[in-house]
């Protein structure tokens, strides 16, 4: 089961990094991966010329290394959260 590259996956994904206390900003930037994570400020950066997908992939790739805090997510977040997860454990 995979999910959609879409507007409601881009914004449920934002939801989850901002119950986390994670701030996301669509700067311009030279970051060579797209994106850059300021961990003590708790901000994720994201190349702002990015597409929905990619803007998606930048996110998911921020969130494996970010420490989330499942007992704050809803349910909509949290089925996103598991199925990208599995989706880990399967490559």
């Known amino acids: 089961m995979s999910f959609k590259y879409n507007a409601a996956t881009l914004t449920t994904l934002e939801s989850i990094f901002k119950v986390n206390h994670y701030v996301v900003r669509y700067e311009k930037g030279r970051f060579q991966s797209g994106y850059c994570v300021l961990q003590d400020k708790r901000v994720a950066v994201v190349n702002k010329f990015f ?34 997860a599995q989706q880990k454990l399967e490559i």
């Not at 992939?57 to 089925?79: G, M, P, R």
């Open 51 to 84: 597409e929905t997908e990619a803007r998606i992939n930048a996110l998911i790739e921020i969130l494996s290394q970010i420490e989330v805090d499942v007992t704050l997510l809803d349910d909509k977040q949290i089925k996103l959260y598991e199925q990208l």
